[in-house]
């Protein structure tokens, strides 16, 4: 079992950064890829970032890509999303997930998360 918490969220102006944090529970975090994603109101939750158990592999959407760096601490079970240059479409509740099965990160998905944190909302003003 993996509990997992996000904190982190808040409301910026758009331009401005937050850096999400999700702490996790349990002694086996470093045998879990690690994913960010979001659900804007009225639309599908998204995968945002993906990062491998070791953390040297990431994978970002497009719609995020090079504004937006995730990283991971194994000792620490911690795993961050640096969110820079932010834009009101970035608005949206982000869930940090864990996956125990995932090899590719690029083929993430939200049905196939084996844990989910609660959200932190993130609103980015105009």
């Known amino acids: 079992q993996v509990q997992l918490v996000e904190s982190g969220g808040g409301l910026v102006q758009a331009g401005g950064s937050l850096r999400l944090s999700c702490a996790a529970s349990?002694?086996?975090?470093?045998?879990?890829?690690m994913g960010w994603f979001r659900q804007a109101p009225g639309k599908e939750r998204e995968l945002v970032a993906a990062?491998?158990?070791?953390?040297?592999?990431?994978y970002y959407a497009d719609s995020v890509k090079g504004r937006f760096t995730s990283s991971r601490n194994n000792v620490k079970n911690m795993v961050y999303l640096q969110m820079n240059s932010l834009k009101p479409e970035d608005t949206a509740v982000y869930y940090c997930?864990?996956?125990?099965?995932?090899?590719?990160?690029?083929?993430?998905?939200?049905?196939?998360?084996?844990?989910w944190g609660k959200g932190t909302l993130v609103t980015v003003s105009s």
């Open positions: 349990g002694r086996t975090f470093n045998t879990f890829a």
């Open positions: 997930a864990a996956d125990a099965h995932i090899l590719i990160m690029r083929l993430m998905t939200p049905g196939g998360m084996d844990y």
């Open positions: 990062i491998s158990r070791s953390g040297e592999t990431t």
